[in-house]
């Protein structure tokens, strides 16, 4: 299936980059591949629970730059309703439907439900479950550039 633009991740925080997954860090791995996604044109989007802020600090930390950050304090009601998700839509122009929103809590798949867009389960983020409904499952980050197409 061909997705319009890129996905986004929610970051977890507080700690910053490291070599290997662990929770509550994004990898310099998984970062080069949300890099990779921008050098193919593709709009980069971010929605997490943690403040704006927050959310800001650690993506400069890790040296990534997004077209759109929504941070928890932007919305009125968190995960799993999907308003992170449509103001993230919103703010791109894009229609909710064109949005890929990879994460690997059931949480942000409810996100994704509620919004009306695809929902990609992170298969190797720590929250993972196999259980929850997804429309895909990703088992390494370098697989949303072939979701996407």
Do not use: K, N, Q
Not at 2 to 25: A, F
Not at 64 to 71: A, C, M, R
Not at 115 to 136: F, K, M, N, V
């Amino acid at each position: 299936m061909h997705v319009p633009w890129s996905p986004w991740w929610p970051i977890r925080p507080p700690r910053l980059p490291r070599d290997t997954h662990r929770p509550y860090s994004i990898s310099r791995a998984g970062c080069r591949r949300r890099t990779a996604l921008r050098t193919t044109g593709r709009t980069v989007a971010v929605f997490t629970g943690a403040s704006t802020r927050g959310a800001r600090m650690l993506l400069d930390a890790a040296g990534l730059t997004v077209d759109v950050l929504v941070g928890g304090d932007d919305v009125r009601r968190p995960e799993p309703a999907g308003d992170g998700v449509l103001l993230a839509a919103e703010r791109l122009g894009v229609a909710p439907g064109a949005v890929a929103y990879i994460g690997d809590s059931p949480l942000d798949l409810r996100a994704a439900t509620a919004a009306g867009s695809i929902g990609a389960a992170a298969a190797w983020g720590h929250l993972y479950d196999a259980r929850e409904p997804a429309d895909h499952t990703l088992a390494r980050p370098a697989e949303a550039l072939a979701l996407l197409g």
